[in-house]
T-cell receptor, first 112, second 114 residues
Framework: NAGVTQTPKFQVLKTGQSMTLQCAQD?????MSWYRQDPGMGLRLIHY???????DQGEVPNGYNVSRSTTEDFPLRLLSAAPSQTSVYFC???????????FGQGTRLTVV | GESVGLHLPTLSVQEGDNSIINCAYS??????FIWYKQESGKGPQFIID?????DKRQGQRVTVLLNKTVKHLSLQIAATQPGDSAVYFC?????????????FGQGTILTVHP
């Protein structure tokens, strides 16, 4: 039972590079979200989705794009990485808005 | 520019004591609340949840209290153990036009001394 799977676990990028953080869940959950977590801070919502084809912005969406073409996958794209995007990124999914969120193990991203 | 990192609130207790972790939430329209535990290097793990039509819910060694009047949530851990040492976050589900949005509080570091 895989749950929420994030890849890669670690990544180093140069400023200006682009990349996609992958997130997949096998629980048939409608709701998926991306968070970033910086040292000494809580989780801040980047983007979220309430179903395939539907996405919306969270608290800190600038510099990130998302799409939701399938129920299972919710990739997060950094089009031009900046040092301010150095963080740990967590993907989460949940069945309904009244249920708990399950988290992946995180992607530690460093932008130099 | 980059925001300055904040210092998380901390709580230090002795093994066997009861712990109380507090959280103030932001939106009076929030209808569902969750407590998470996060250990170093891991993703958050679910502890207990509560809906807005309740004011108390109990689990195994944990109790969540909800005071909607002052928008306050607390997590009580009975007979705290060293394995309970972690960062604890509360989360609120925003209803209405922001449905589907689950936002997190700042977090509290719990340290349990043997």
């Amino acid at each position: 039972n895989a749950g929420v799977t994030q890849t890669p676990k670690f990544q180093v990028l140069k400023t200006g590079q682009s990349m996609t953080l992958q997130c997949a869940q096998d629980m048939n959950h409608e709701y998926m979200s991306w968070y970033r977590q910086d040292p000494g801070m809580g989780l801040r919502l980047i983007h979220y989705s309430v179903g395939a084809g539907i996405t919306d912005q969270g608290e800190v969406p600038n510099g990130y794009n998302v799409s939701r073409s399938t129920t299972e996958d919710f990739p997060l794209r950094l089009l031009s990485a900046a040092p301010s995007q150095t963080s740990v990124y967590f993907c989460a999914s949940r069945k309904t808005q009244g249920s708990e969120a399950f988290f992946g193990q995180g992607t530690r991203l460093t932008v130099v | 520019g980059e925001s300055v990192g904040l210092h998380l609130p901390t709580l230090s207790v002795q093994e066997g004591d009861n712990s109380i972790i507090n959280c103030a939430y932001s939106n009076s329209a929030s209808d569902y609340f969750i407590w998470y535990k996060q250990e170093s290097g891991k993703g958050p793990q679910f502890i207990i949840d509560i809906r807005s039509n309740m004011d108390k819910r109990q689990g195994q060694r944990v109790t969540v209290l909800l005071n909607k009047t002052v928008k306050h949530l607390s997590l009580q851990i009975a007979a705290t153990q060293p394995g309970d040492s972690a960062v604890y976050f509360c989360a609120e589900n925003l209803s209405g036009t922001s449905y589907g949005k689950l936002t997190f509080g700042q977090g509290t570091i719990l340290t349990v001394h043997p």
